[in-house]
């Protein structure tokens, strides 16, 4: 069964540095999207991505932000000075269309995730 | 501001108690409704999703959800749960009058279950 898949799986980085969380979506998603989830709180939205461009960002993804798709198969979140607030779980999903009404295949796919931690 | 509300944050059953876990939403209008789970370890997978028609959705491992428009309320329901059934549970929704296709998510409600 095609997964969405993450790395790496745990990542320790120290306050100020940059980080790049990678995923890999399901092959024919064409909509890729990152949330994250600090420890006891909700899976809160960051940003979605479709034909190479942000297509929505909540107020979470500020400045030091960015996603990028380098190739046909990775879809990358990068932090360029990390905070400890930043410490969370990240997942990266996708979907094969716009979660649109009454369209099938909209749902959403999520990988493991990845525990980011800031030290 | 559109939201949702799970409002059992953790629940402790015994094996073959039933369960329900509750989820109302803010939105209006149209929306589209998911239920996720979490096992331990794991990545969140699609346990059921309402689009349209029948508000009584039947998912996998015998989770059912029954979509209550008037009521504003997703709730996810299993007669009788097992010890594989630990997990988070979250509820999702897209959509509603001037509404994003994004999926918002509920906090999540810890499920442990006793053999």
């Known amino acids: 069964e095609p997964e969405v898949t993450q790395t790496p799986s745990h990542q320790v980085t120290q306050m100020g540095q940059e980080v790049i969380l990678r995923c890999v979506p399901i092959?024919?998603?064409?909509?890729f999207y990152w949330y994250r989830q600090i420890l006891g709180q909700k899976v809160e939205f960051l940003v979605s991505f479709y034909n190479n461009e942000i297509s929505e960002k909540s107020e979470i993804f500020d400045d030091q932000f960015s996603v990028e798709r380098p190739d046909g198969s990775n879809f990358t979140l990068k932090i360029r000075s990390t905070k400890l607030e930043d410490s969370a779980m990240y997942f990266c999903a996708s979907s094969e269309a716009a979660p649109l009404f009454n369209r099938p295949n909209t749902e959403a796919f999520f990988g493991q995730g990845t525990r980011l931690t800031v030290v | 501001a559109q939201s949702v509300s799970q409002h059992n944050h953790h629940v402790i059953l015994s094996e073959a108690a039933s369960l329900e876990l509750g989820c109302n939403y803010s939105?209006?209008?149209?929306?589209?409704l998911f239920w996720y789970v979490q096992y331990p370890g794991q990545h969140l997978q699609l346990l059921l999703k309402y689009f349209s028609g029948d508000p009584l959705v039947k998912g996998i491992k015998g989770f059912e959800a029954e979509f209550i428009k008037s009521k504003f309320s997703f709730n996810l329901r299993k007669p009788s749960v097992q010890w594989s059934d630990t997990a988070e549970y979250f509820c999702?929704?897209?959509?509603?009058?001037?509404?994003?296709?994004?999926?918002?998510f509920g906090r999540g409600t810890s499920l442990i279950v006793h053999p």
């Open positions: 092959s024919n998603h064409l909509y």
């Open positions: 999702a929704v897209n959509g509603g009058t001037g509404g994003s296709y994004i999926p918002t």
């Open positions: 939105y209006g209008g149209t929306v589209n």
